[in-house]
């Protein structure tokens, strides 16, 4: 392929770029929890360091390193899960990033997601600007070697100085200890900047390759290399094509690629030419060499784009960059912006790094794809002018449980533009974005409603019932789910090892969807449509089919009606009766409904016995669940099926044992390891930490489609929250420490407040909530059956 068109034009601009900031903020933070060690006094000063400082992103890149925490995972031979979040600079909702990369995920895929970096990994291959929304498959991959260099997937790899290691809010770098060469990393809105210092050298290199699916890549002239990535972009993407551009002219260059011809010879020989400026094939690359002395710098910026053109627009839209310092300075004050809209009061230092890297992380999307008036590529491949803030798909399974909610309080504009976003999607493709699992953009719709956010909700009322209603549309299973009221099971073959990945997860999509249909009649209410709620309404109480009396548990059914066995609650089935999940984890997941759950089991001492029982079985799983960590009994806090687990008792009369949960989960399954950069499972793009986030506040949204937050015990003495629409929300929690975690007493603007619970009309005008805290429960507090939250059944008193 011939990659030299006329030169591109360049219209480089010195304005520069102004990031218009996410809005957010929140924190409250108790001091201390269970575990912890004792955090200052009630009323102690806050630190004089700026928000932003606290925030470390290399918090999330390591896994939990206590047996307890994470039962029988890893599977022998693969590592335990982490976090997988990226330590790389970026801004909040980030078009791109500049990332470190020390996993070569091209020649292996050791974890559920392909991450592109691990904290406890020793070396490192390479730095990537721009990709998909998990850095590790992002092209091309950019490295400083000084010396001898090998062809990739055979990277030349360094050994770092982990001391050398920095991470803030727009910034990352490290040392190459193999290469005496300092790495910097930044980002601006479309693009990053790298700068590299090296030794004094006659073979300073800079080498850049695509990924193992090839491409084309071209040499442009002196300073600019170029290149296409086979296959196509990811719709969420930057795009296939990239442009590199460097701050001073190659004293020399070539291009490579790596040949398969003959396995014999192990990961592949090469094809390398001095001088050629183009080539195409697996690992496309091309090397760049300096003559440099000690300390002399080579930056490199890089955009992506769907064309040549676009990356080469995006690469100069924001002016001439060449200056580093002001492009992190920016990225800074991005940040800054953001994360000084919380005033808090109180807490531990480590408290506050993981409270502010949790909320650093709970901004990784959705992703922003073109501002307004900018161009982004639509479904079909057409190029089209965006008429308001356009974002990448919301992950629902993950973040449509918690983070959406976080947004909402903190961004409402954003949110409407996220749901803008979705709804001319949807538009293109004939149904509503959903998520690999469930059906939950309705989720993200009836919150904004009920939150107050304007919006056409007729519109997208339009897609989400034909996502509904239509069998060819993105529910799976939907034609039986709407004949049955429930979803069957097969049975997998008797051989299957446990966690069984091959099923559809009956049993809990018969859940999430039951879920989905709640919300989808609360859409069909507001807009006046009866006989469609009263539908949806119906439908919602479905999950009910797949509860087995029994047992006590939700439980698959196969195609005939009858229950699956055997049945074990412990073992994780994955895909088979459950998704990601055990039986135990599974049955919790009825949000719409805490109440009918709570008359399933028997009452509210019944349902208190179970909550119990499930947080105090030992786990003795059989099968692997890669991503199942962050145990207590048989909760796991590192995967979404049960997060909210921990707050129902405010439905059973028993909320105080979710104070204690929340601060003993917020404790030991972040940061509890060696390195204290620990999470449990994987972020999931954000939702792991806007899980630590909000209950760090104190609150925590059980349905994101419901306007209530759950009380949790916040760890913060006192909190200021500034929400998107310029209203004050303000938690106070007096005589906080680690050991008085229970709430007393509560008043909400002055007037006493016996709920524990709130909801969003309660704060949407400004409010201020005081907690009086202690260091035993007032088991009387928030039981009494009348204070319990909203569900969609009555109850029996």
């Known amino acids: 392929m011939n990659l030299s068109p006329a030169h591109f034009q360049r219209r480089a601009t010195s304005t520069l770029n102004r990031y218009a900031s996410v809005a957010i903020a929140l924190a409250i933070f108790a001091t201390g929890s269970i575990g912890a060690c004792l955090a200052a006094n009630g009323g102690a000063p806050s630190s004089t360091t700026s928000a932003v400082d606290e925030a470390n992103p290399l918090v999330g890149t390591a896994p939990l390193d206590r047996q307890e925490l994470i039962g029988n995972a890893p599977p ?22 500049a990332a470190p990369v020390n996993i070569n995920a091209d020649l292996s895929y050791p974890t559920g997601v392909a991450a592109s970096y691990g904290y406890g990994r020793p070396t490192m291959i390479g730095f990537t600007g721009g990709g998909s ?62 700068r590299f210092t090296f030794p004094a050298s ?37 795009g296939n094509w990239f442009v590199a551009e460097f701050s001073r002219p190659f004293a020399g260059f070539g291009s490579f690629r790596a040949l398969h011809n003959d396995q014999g010879r192990g990961l592949g020989d090469e094809d390398v030419q001095a001088g050629r400026r183009t080539v195409s094939g697996s690992y496309a690359g091309a090397y760049v060499t300096f003559d440099t002395k000690a300390g002399e710098q080579v930056l490199v910026r890089i955009a992506h784009g ?103 309080l903190l961004e409402p504009d954003v949110v409407q533009d996220i749901m803008r976003s979705e709804l001319d999607r949807a538009r293109e493709r ?35 019932r034909k996502n509904a209603t239509d069998p060819k549309g993105p529910r799976g299973d939907l034609a039986e789910y709407m004949t049955n009221g429930w979803i069957s099971d097969m049975v997998p073959p008797a051989d299957a090892s446990p966690p069984y990945a ?97 008359d399933l089991l028997g009452g509210r001492d019944a349902f208190n016995a179970k909550l119990d029982a499930f947080f105090a079985t030992p786990y003795r799983a059989k099968g692997i669940c890669r991503d199942c960590t962050g145990l207590i009994g048989q909760y796991v806090q590192g995967n979404q099926p049960d997060q909210q687990a921990a707050y129902l008792y405010a439905w059973s009369g028993q909320p105080w044992k979710t104070q204690a949960l929340a601060r003993r989960i917020l404790a030991d399954m972040y940061g ?17 930490s806007s899980w630590y986030v909000l209950s760090a506040m104190g609150f925590y949204p059980v349905d994101p489609s419901r306007p209530e937050y759950i009380l949790g015990s916040p760890i913060f003495d006192r909190a200021r929250l500034h929400m998107g629409n310029g209203k004050v929300f303000e938690i106070v929690a007096r005589n906080n420490s680690a050991r008085n975690m229970y709430i007393q007493s509560a008043t909400l603007n002055g007037k006493p407040w016996t709920q524990p619970w709130f909801s969003h009309t309660d704060i949407a005008n400004g409010a201020t909530l005081v907690l009086t805290m202690g260091p035993e429960p007032n088991k009387a507090w928030g039981a009494d059956a009348h204070d319990a939250p909203p569900s969609m059944s009555v109850g029996k008193q």
Do not use: C
């Open 76 to 97: 022998p031979g693969e590592p335990l899960y982490s976090g997988m979040t990226s330590p790389g600079a970026s801004l909040p909702q980030s078009s791109t990033e």
């Open 133 to 194: 929304t998990y850095g590790a498959r992002a092209a091309p991959m950019i490295m400083p070697v000084v010396g001898d260099w090998t062809v990739p997937p055979d990277y030349a790899q360094s050994t770092y100085d982990k001391a050398s290691e920095q991470a803030s809010p727009g910034y990352y770098a490290v040392d190459l200890a193999t290469f005496h060469t300092r790495v910097e990393l930044t980002a601006a809105q479309w693009s990053s900047l790298m």
């Open 202 to 238: 006659h073979r300073s290199n800079v080498v850049v390759n695509l990924r193992r699916g090839g491409g084309t890549v071209e040499v442009v002239d002196d300073h600019t290399i170029r290149g296409l990535a086979e296959g196509r972009a990811e719709r969420d993407s930057d």
């Open 306 to 408: 769907h064309s040549a053109e676009e990356a080469e627009q995006r690469l100069h839209a924001e002016g001439d960059r060449w200056d580093f310092d002001r492009v992190h300075a920016q990225a800074r004050a991005a940040w800054t912006q953001l994360f000084d809209r919380v005033e808090v009061t109180g807490g531990t230092p480590k408290q506050r790094m993981l409270f502010y890297s949790t909320l650093y992380h709970s901004f990784a999307s959705p992703r922003l794809l073109a501002r307004k008036g900018g161009r982004y590529t639509d479904a079909d491949g057409h190029v089209q002018v965006a008429s308001y803030d356009r974002y990448g798909p919301v992950p629902f399974w993950d973040t449509g449980r918690n983070q959406i909610t976080l947004l909402m």
């Open 430 to 464: 004939g149904y509503m974005d959903t998520s690999f699992h469930g059906d939950h953009a309705v989720l993200l719709y009836d919150g904004a409603w009920q939150r107050g956010i304007p919006f056409d909700y007729a519109a997208a009322y339009e897609y989400l």
């Open 502 to 598: 091959g099923g559809k997860a009956g049993a809990a999509t018969t859940l999430e969807y039951a879920w989905d249909d709640h919300a989808l009649a609360d859409i069909a209410r507001r807009l006046g449509k009866t006989d469609d709620a009263q539908l949806f309404l119906h439908r919602a109480a479905n999950y009910r089919n797949v509860f087995d009396p029994s047992v006590g548990f939700v439980r698959g059914r196969t195609g005939d009606g009858q229950w699956i066995s055997p049945f074990d609650p412990g073992e994780p089935y994955y895909n088979f009766m459950m998704k990601e999940a055990s039986g135990w984890s599974t049955l919790w997941l009825v949000p719409h409904d805490v109440q009918g759950l709570v």
């Open 672 to 688: 509890s390891d060696a390195s204290g950069y620990a999470y449990p499972g994987m972020d999931d793009q954000g939702s792991t």
